[in-house]
């Protein structure tokens, strides 16, 4: 089965730096999809960014990048000049391309300090 | 566009009762999902379906069952609740496993307390 591992419970970040979560999953599969998404205290899960494994380009949407290692079989988030609004809490998740389940991490708790 | 919505939003029941969540999605998607989320925890999937008429079990299927008779509708019943089972649970559908619409959609959550 796979497992996905996030190793930060908790992470700070001074308003407009940057911030760095990071992500490991397991699995023998070779053709899967990894996911982030933000949970804000109003519970709703919200995708912030996806990746192809096949993909050796690292995905970016605005603010939000990933470092994904495939061999070492990680995948970090990076959000840079960090925002208020991105206290959350984040989840990384994996999907195999050929079965319907996703399995998510622990997530880690983001705080944003003004 | 209402995407993925789930009734009721709160419920309290007593040890032993029983209730249905309903969960809909107006996306005509194939995949649904239930998840449930406990305190400092990720989410932890409940039962599965990968189209009208099927069901599988996730990673915590006891004490739960659905049905998904129709293609846009996904319930999860718990037929006698347990204290355990208190925990905000989440429904999320997808249209593809591949590609563009991969990602998974969310509902607002159902927060169920039992006591």
């Known amino acids: 089965a796979q497992t996905v591992t996030q190793s930060q419970p908790e992470m700070s970040v001074q308003e407009a730096e940057t911030v760095t979560l990071s992500c490991t999953y397991d699995?023998?599969?070779?053709?899967?999809?990894l996911f982030w998404y933000k949970q804000p205290p109003s519970r709703q899960m919200i995708l912030v960014i996806r990746?192809?494994?096949?993909?050796?380009q690292n995905a970016t949407e605005n603010r939000f990048s990933v470092n994904f290692q495939k061999a070492a079989k990680s995948f970090s988030l990076k959000i840079s000049d960090s925002q208020l609004g991105d206290a959350a809490m984040y989840f990384c998740?994996?999907?195999?391309?050929?079965?319907?389940?996703?399995?998510f991490g622990d997530g880690t708790t983001l705080t944003v300090k003004p | 566009n209402a995407g993925v919505t789930q009734t009721p939003k709160f419920r309290v029941l007593k040890t032993g009762q029983s209730m249905t969540l309903l969960c809909a999605q107006d996306?005509?998607?194939?995949?649904m999902y239930w998840y449930r989320q406990d305190p400092g925890m990720g989410l932890r999937l409940i039962h599965y379906?990968?189209?009208?008429?099927?069901?599988a079990k996730g990673e915590v299927p006891d004490g739960y069952n659905v049905s998904r008779l129709k293609k846009q509708n996904f319930l999860l019943g718990l037929e006698s609740a347990a204290p355990s089972q208190t925990s905000v649970y989440f429904c999320?559908?997808?249209?593809?496993?591949?590609?563009?619409?991969?990602?998974?959609?969310f509902g607002n959550g159902t927060r169920l307390t039992v006591t």
């Open positions: 999320a559908s997808t249209r593809d496993l591949r590609g563009y619409n991969s990602p998974l959609h």
């Open positions: 699995t023998s599969e070779s053709d899967y999809y």
């Open positions: 990746q192809e494994a096949y993909k050796q």
């Open positions: 998740a994996y999907r195999s391309a050929h079965a319907g389940k996703s399995t």
């Open positions: 996306m005509n998607h194939e995949y």
């Open positions: 379906s990968v189209g009208e008429g099927t069901t």
